[in-house]
C-alpha cells in the first residue's frame, strides 16, 4: 500500500535506527547533546560505562546505535545489540557478549561496503570463537563443556568458567587493537526487563571486573529501576562514566523524523505523499505525547486499516485517523464490559502511568472484592495488563492501543467516552 504514497516501505516502522538497518542512522533527529557527551566520554576514557535512562519506546536503542554508528571508523561494533534477559546471571552478561561477537563476525560478510579492517577483525574474531560454538537448529550452543557451559544459555556457568569468559573477552580485545581500532563498543538493551532490584544489584556487583575492562566501552539502556540497581552498589556507582535521562521528543522532531523517512524510503522519481496529515500526526503525538514508539505503532495501524475501517486508501486528517483509530481500539473487546469496570479503565487512561487494585479501590469507592472483579474484566478484554505486585498492592497499566479509545467521536458539540454497552 506504501506505494501509493510514492514510498518504497512502511515510514512508520518501529525498529530503532541502524547502521546497516532496516531504518538508516541519516534518519535520526535530536538528542544532539546527549550524542555528544556518549561520544566524548568514549573517546576520553580507556573504559568506559555510560547509563541511557528513559520509558520504553523514548527512542534509547536509537541514540546508542547512532552514537555507535558516529564512532564506527575508530571502534569496533556489532553489527545488533544485546538484548538482555530478565533471568541473566553476570556470566550469562560476558557469554552473551561473546555470542554477539561471534554471531557479527559469521554475518558480517554478508553485507555490502564494511571496511576491510573490520572484516578483517571479525575473521580473527571467528577464528578465536568458533572452537567455542556451533550451530544448533540457528542458534548458538557452546561445544566446550570442559569449561562448564550449559548448550544454547550461559546458565550454569562454574567460576572457572567465567574466569576463563573474561580473559577470553581481553583477547578479543587484543585482536580488534591490533585491527586498527581503539576499542569496542557494548549495547546492552532491555534493561527494563528485570524488575528485581536487589537481584540486579548482585549481577552486576559481580561484573564489576569485566565491566572494567581496558578498551571495552559499555552502554546500558533501561529504566529507573535499571538506574537504581547501578546506584545501589557503591563499587558499580563509582564505574558510571556518564548518564543520562532520556526525555520525549518534541512535534517538530518527529514531523523531522518522519520528513526524513519519507525521503529516504521514496520511490526513484517520484515525490512522496505524508500517509497522515500534520493535524493527524498531532493528535497521536498528544495522545502519547512524544513517546515515538507508540506514535509510530498508532499511525502505521491507522494507514494499515483505513481501507478496512473508512473504505479508502488516502491521506489521513485528524476525524479519520480518530475514527480509525478509536474504531480498531473497540475491536479489541471481546466481551462486554460492565459500566463500573468502565469506569475504572477511564481512571487509569485518565491517571497515566500505572495504578494498584488499592488506589481504585479508595478513589473509586469500590468494595475489594469488585475491583477485583472489574480488573479482570480489563485484564480479559486486553485493556490492562498487570506489572508487578507489592505487598497487597497490584501495579497495573493500560496497554497503548486502550488509550485509542480516548479519541471517542464527537457527539454534537461535546467529545465523550461514555459507557454505551458496547463496551
Known amino acids: 500500500m506504501w506505494d501509493t504514497f510514492g514510498l518504497q516501505k512502511n515510514p512508520f516502522d518501529i525498529k530503532a535506527v541502524e547502521t546497516y538497518g532496516i531504518i538508516p542512522t541519516s534518519t535520526f533527529i535530536g538528542r544532539d547533546a546527549y550524542r555528544g557527551d556518549l561520544k566524548r566520554m568514549i573517546q576520553t576514557r580507556d573504559h568506559s560505562l555510560s547509563l541511557v535512562v528513559g520509558e520504553k519506546g523514548i527512542g534509547k536503542t536509537s541514540l546508542g546505535n547512532v552514537v555507535r554508528s558516529d564512532l564506527s571508523g575508530a571502534y569496533f561494533i556489532s553489527l545488533s545489540e544485546i538484548d538482555t534477559q530478565s533471568t541473566w546471571s553476570s556470566s550469562d552478561f560476558i557469554f552473551n557478549s ?68 573474561k580473559l577470553k573477552t581481553k583477547r578479543i580485545v587484543e585482536i580488534i587493537s591490533q585491527a586498527g581500532y581503539s576499542g569496542i563498543i557494548f549495547q546492552f538493551n532491555n534493561l527494563d526487563n528485570i524488575e528485581d532490584e536487589r537481584r540486579l544489584s548482585r549481577v552486576l556487583a559481580d561484573l564489576r571486573d569485566f565491566l572494567l575492562t581496558d578498551k571495552c566501552h559499555f552502554i546500558f539502556l533501561g529504566n529507573k529501576t535499571m538506574e537504581s540497581c547501578f546506584k545501589s552498589n557503591s563499587k558499580i556507582n563509582e564505574c558510571i562514566s556518564c548518564e543520562i535521562q532520556l526525555g520525549p521528543l518534541a512535534y517538530y522532531e518527529i514531523k523531522a523524523i518522519l520528513a526524513k ?124 495488563v498487570a506489572m508487578n505486585r507489592e505487598g497487597r498492592n497490584i501495579y497495573y497499566k493500560t496497554v497503548n492501543e486502550a488509550r485509542w479509545l480516548l479519541l471517542a467521536p464527537e457527539k454534537g458539540k461535546q467529545k465523550t467516552l461514555e459507557y454505551d454497552g458496547v463496551f
Request: hydrophobic fraction near 40%; aromatic fraction near 8%.
Open 98 to 165: 561473546l555470542c554477539n561477537l561471534y554471531e557479527t563476525a559469521a554475518m558480517a560478510g554478508t553485507y555490502a561496503a564494511l571496511p576491510k579492517k573490520y572484516l578483517d577483525a571479525c575473521k580473527s574474531i571467528n577464528a578465536e570463537l568458533k572452537p567455542l560454538f556451533e550451530d544448533e537448529s540457528s542458534s548458538i550452543g557452546v561445544q566446550a563443556a570442559g569449561f562448564g557451559f550449559e548448550k544454547g544459555s550461559g546458565k550454569g556457568l562454574t567460576t572457572h568458567a567465567t574466569a576463563f569468559l
Open 261 to 384: 523517512r519519507y525521503d529516504a524510503f521514496k520511490i526513484p522519481g517520484r515525490s512522496p505523499l505524508a500517509p497522515v496529515h500534520d493535524d493527524a500526526l498531532d493528535v497521536v503525538y498528544g495522545l502519547f505525547e512524544g513517546n515515538i514508539r507508540q506514535i509510530f505503532y498508532a499511525l502505521d495501524m491507522a494507514a494499515v486499516n483505513s481501507q478496512k475501517v473508512i473504505g479508502r486508501t488516502e491521506q489521513l486528517r485528524a476525524p479519520a485517523i480518530k475514527s480509525i483509530l478509536f474504531t480498531l481500539a473497540k475491536e479489541r473487546i471481546n466481551s462486554e464490559l460492565q459500566p463500573r469496570a468502565f469506569d475504572v479503565l477511564l481512571y487509569a487512561l485518565r491517571k497515566k502511568g500505572e495504578i494498584t487494585n488499592t488506589e481504585i479501590t479508595r478513589k473509586l469507592k469500590l468494595k475489594a472484592q469488585n475491583t477485583s472483579k472489574y480488573l479482570g474484566q480489563l485484564k480479559a478484554n486486553n485493556l490492562i
